[in-house]
């Protein structure tokens, strides 16, 4: 039987920030930036929300994330509905540092480890309400 997990995470799509380094005298530090901590305590907290008590996804996985980034204000009436319908988002952030943060968050709940992701699909596109919609599903044990 193949599970399957669908979750929706309101607001504009981020990418995972580098870890950064505090230096102290003679030693460093590496550090999370706080904007990443923070998103990703919020992907794990509605999927938590949304699968309460959920048993972990097993065997191969296929993720599929869609970034929904919104139209520019300047956009005129032509442009923004062309952007709506046939245009990528193709500014920052970079697709491999959107699926990093969300599934980062995820190990440990979703499934036991992200290795697990076998097929990996990520999508930036524009759209009318900014998020970023998430499906994880079994593909095999």
């Known amino acids: ?14 990418g995972k920030g580098r870890p950064r380094t505090r230096v102290h005298g003679t030693w460093a ?13 919020q992907v ?6 949304t699968y309460p008590r959920a048993e972990m996804l097993e ?9 929904t980034f919104a139209v520019p204000v300047s956009a ?4 923004r509905a062309q952007m709506l319908h046939d245009v990528w988002f ?3 952030c970079d697709a491999d540092n959107i ?33 970023v919609h998430v499906t994880l599903e079994e593909i095999g044990l």
Request: aromatic share 8%; hydrophobic share 30%; proline share 5%.
């Open 99 to 131: 699926a990093k943060i969300v599934l980062d968050p995820l190990n440990g709940l979703a499934y036991a480890d992200d290795s697990q992701v076998a097929q990996l699909i990520v999508t930036k596109e524009y759209g009318e309400q900014e998020q």
């Open 1 to 14: 039987m193949n599970r399957k997990r669908e979750f929706t995470i309101p607001g504009k799509p981020q």
């Open 44 to 49: 794990k907290a509605i999927y938590e929300s």
């Open 90 to 92: 193709t500014k920052k």
């Open 76 to 79: 005129t009436k032509a442009k």
């Open 29 to 41: 530090q590496l550090y999370t930036p706080e904007k990443t901590r923070n998103y990703e305590a």
């Open 59 to 67: 065997g191969a996985l296929k993720a599929t994330i869609k970034a």
